[in-house]
C-alpha cells in the first residue's frame, strides 16, 4: 500500500471533488474549501482515512498531523 505524504496527493487521490467528497460523505462545496485551505478538519479525518484506503493508499491519523503541523517553529513566551 503505497503511503500519502501530502496534502496535495490527498486530494489527487480523487479526479474531482465532488468524488471526493461522495467518497466521505461530505459537500462537495465543504470539501473544496478544504482544499483551497490546505486543510481538513480533524474530525473528517476517520472517514478521510478510510477512503483513502479504499484507494489502496496507506494513510493514518499521524500522517495527517504530519501533513497539517506548521512549518514555522513556535516562540516561547519570555516571562519575566
Request: proline residues 5%.
Amino acid at each position: 500500500m503505497t503511503r500519502v505524504s501530502t496534502i496535495t496527493n490527498l486530494f489527487g487521490l480523487w479526479k474531482t471533488i465532488p468524488e471526493m467528497a461522495e467518497a466521505i460523505g461530505e459537500s462537495h462545496w465543504t470539501v473544496e474549501k478544504w482544499k483551497q485551505r490546505r486543510r481538513i478538519p480533524n474530525g473528517y479525518w476517520p472517514a478521510v482515512i478510510s477512503a483513502a484506503r479504499l484507494k489502496g493508499k496507506r494513510l493514518t491519523a499521524d500522517d495527517l498531523l504530519a501533513m497539517h503541523s506548521t512549518k514555522a517553529p513556535v516562540k516561547a513566551a519570555a516571562y519575566k
